[in-house]
Nanobody, 119 residues
Framework: QVQLVESGGGLVQAGGSLRLSCAAS????????MGWYRQAPGKQRELVAD???????TYADSVKGRFTISTDNAKNTVYLQMNTLKPEDTAVYYC?????????????WGQGTQVTVSS
């Protein structure tokens, strides 16, 4: 089991920055991948960025060059640094953790944190 607690959301003007944090209840060394997803009203949840246990990263095209995902292994925390925010980045952002144990895949979600970007 993994509990994930997000923080850092809020209201920001377009062009501004926010940093989201996601604290995991266990060592992230034991987690195969962690990521950030977002869901805007009326839209499906989408991947924003993820990072594997080998530090390989993936970004949605819409955030490349603006967002950076990183981890602090000592704090069991994954971050999403969001720069040059746009109104279309407005969404609830969710932290995600994936564990693979043999043939089984375990997926965990945080409660979400609201990010609102005003124009």
């Amino acid at each position: 089991q993994v509990q994930l607690v997000e923080s850092g959301g809020g209201l920001v003007q377009a062009g501004g920055s926010l940093r989201l944090s996601c604290a995991a209840s266990r060592s992230i060394f034991s987690i195969n991948a962690m990521g950030w997803y977002r869901q805007a009203p009326g839209k499906q949840r989408e991947l924003v960025a993820d990072i594997s246990s080998g530090s390989s990263t993936t970004y949605a095209d819409s955030v490349k060059g603006r967002f950076t995902i990183s981890t602090d292994n000592a704090k069991n925390t994954v971050y999403l640094q969001m720069n040059t925010l746009k109104p279309e980045d407005t969404a609830v952002y969710y932290c995600n953790a994936l564990l693979y144990r043999g043939p089984r895949k375990y997926e965990y979600w945080g409660q979400g944190t609201q990010v609102t970007v005003s124009s």
